[in-house]
């Protein structure tokens, strides 16, 4: 919500200040891979009478930014129906909100169906 006195021009330069903040946070977080450094690992191969266990797998992607300045995964569904690590609560279309705060959860999926 504008403050009063603020322009567009820099409602929108504040917003654009802070998705290339949160942006650059991610961007640090991430591990630094160099070629020499870096070596192939066989992984164990798998008994086929061994039943695998996976977590959901979520069929949407893409992210917002929330008014705290955080990057949220938007609301998305899953392969199983089953809620993904994060979720916070699951909407009423059958999605699962990763939403940190409850104003707003799941308002463009039907309201929250529950908490997690």
Known sequence: MPMSGETLTEILMSFAVRVTFAL??????LPQISG???KAREL???RS???TISSPQLLEQGSYVNRQGQIVHRPAHTDTGQAPAGASAKCR???F???ASRRGTC???GGVARRL
Request: aromatic share 4%.
């Open 44 to 46: 164990p191969a798998q």
């Open 24 to 29: 650059l946070l991610c961007m640090l977080s």
């Open 107 to 109: 308002s463009h999926h």
């Open 49 to 51: 009478d061994t039943p």
């Open 36 to 38: 020499s450094n870096v």
């Open 97 to 99: 909100s990763f939403s």
């Open 93 to 95: 279309d059958g999605s």
